[in-house]
């Protein structure tokens, strides 16, 4: 059984198109994130969601818009993708949260997305 | 705003030798420090997550350390194993998880 599983997990585009990447978790955590790897292979978060509420954005463009249409989903929406948008996305999961992180719990990474933009 | 770093950036050792790890972190004012494992092309898996009032952690031939007032973590894995080639990142979690960009080990049969 996939703990948090995310598709698909390569995707090509062209620049200016518009893309979705899904995300589930079957553990029954109530926060949900999502992170990107840019090439040097830094891991940065974007959002975080708990309970389908928006709790933490880090500064990502506009562009990025996150749905949780449920606890068990959260998925990530990319309006007119840029070159920079190429990265692999991680999305995460985590038992309990204050105001949005995992204070005494490890968080659940899925397999990642590959995201090539031409 | 919380900046990790990870030395050494790649690591070789034969199997058999004991593997140490560092991380360290400039905001002390964290609630744990987490461990991970990420293998190419996978995601991340969880390996120790050391909560703040703690000094250490272990899981098997794993253990981690934790000095927070020196904003610094060790990881020691004891008698490496081919197995054990992957890249270990550590995290910081002041209110979200800060990633160092890892050290890569590569365990030589």
């Known amino acids: 059984d996939t703990a948090v599983s995310q598709t698909p997990k390569y995707l090509v585009t062209q620049m200016g198109n518009d893309k979705s990447i899904k995300c589930e978790q079957n553990?029954?955590?109530?926060?949900m994130y999502w992170y990107k790897q840019d090439s040097k292979k830094f891991l940065k978060i974007m959002f975080s969601y708990n309970n389908k509420e928006l709790i933490i954005n880090e500064t990502v463009p506009n562009r990025f818009s996150p749905k949780s249409p449920d606890k068990a989903h959260l998925n990530l929406h990319i309006n007119s993708l840029e070159l920079g948008d190429s990265a692999v996305y991680f999305c995460a999961s985590s038992q309990e949260s204050t105001r949005g992180v995992a204070l005494g719990y490890t968080q659940y990474f899925g397999p990642g997305t590959r995201l090539t933009v031409l | 705003k919380q900046e990790v770093t990870q030395i050494p950036a790649a690591l070789s050792v034969p199997e058999g030798e004991n593997l140490v790890l560092n991380c360290s972190f400039t905001?002390?004012?964290?609630?744990?420090l987490q461990w991970f494992r990420q293998d190419p092309g996978k995601g991340l898996t969880s390996l120790l997550l050391?909560?703040?009032?703690?000094r250490e952690q272990t899981s098997g031939r794993l253990n981690a350390s934790l000095d927070k007032s020196s904003g610094r973590s060790t990881l020691y894995i004891a008698a490496s194993q081919p197995g054990d080639s992957a890249t270990y990142l550590c995290?910081?979690?002041?209110?979200?998880?800060?990633f160092g960009a890892g050290t890569t080990v590569t365990v030589r049969a």
């Open positions: 995290a910081a979690n002041d209110y979200k998880l800060s």
């Open positions: 905001d002390s004012a964290i609630y744990n």
């Open positions: 050391i909560q703040s009032s703690q």
């Open positions: 553990l029954g955590h109530d926060t």
